[in-house]
């Protein structure tokens, strides 16, 4: 069992910057595939970033990509969100996913079996 504790959401204005956190307990992390995903109420959940096991690869939503950074400190066991430039259509609710194993691209959440409990972002315009 992985368990993923989240932190670092908040509100703040459009332009501004967020850095989320991810800390994972459970399992060897090195051996994971990592993701954050984001949803707002009555739409389905998306990925925004997912980054290999040894953090050699990462995979972008459209939407963020030359905003956000995805990263990961293995010897911390701890993944990282960095956003810049936030939008107001950012605002959601963040999730750290993790997978044993490695795959490509930035795919959907079912590929994924352990969650985080969720940071709210809040971008006001």
């Known amino acids: 069992q992985v368990h993923l504790v989240e932190s670092g959401g908040g509100s703040v204005q459009a332009g501004g910057s967020l850095r989320l956190s991810c800390t994972a307990s459970?399992?060897?992390?090195?051996?994971?595939?990592m993701g954050w995903f984001r949803q707002v109420p009555g739409d389905e959940r998306e990925g925004v970033a997912t980054?290999?096991?040894?953090?050699?690869?990462?995979y972008y939503a459209d939407s963020v990509k030359g905003r956000f950074t995805i990263s990961r400190d293995n010897a911390k066991n701890t993944l990282y969100l960095q956003m810049n430039g936030l939008k107001s259509e950012d605002t959601a609710m963040y999730y750290c996913?993790?997978?044993?194993?490695?795959?490509?691209?930035?795919?959907?959440?079912?590929?994924?079996?352990?969650w985080g409990q969720g940071t709210q972002v809040t971008v006001s315009s």
């Open positions: 996913a993790a997978r044993r194993g490695a795959i490509t691209g930035l795919r959907s959440p079912d590929f994924f079996g352990f």
């Open positions: 459970g399992d060897t992390y090195t051996s994971l595939q």
């Open positions: 980054i290999s096991p040894g953090g050699y690869a990462a």
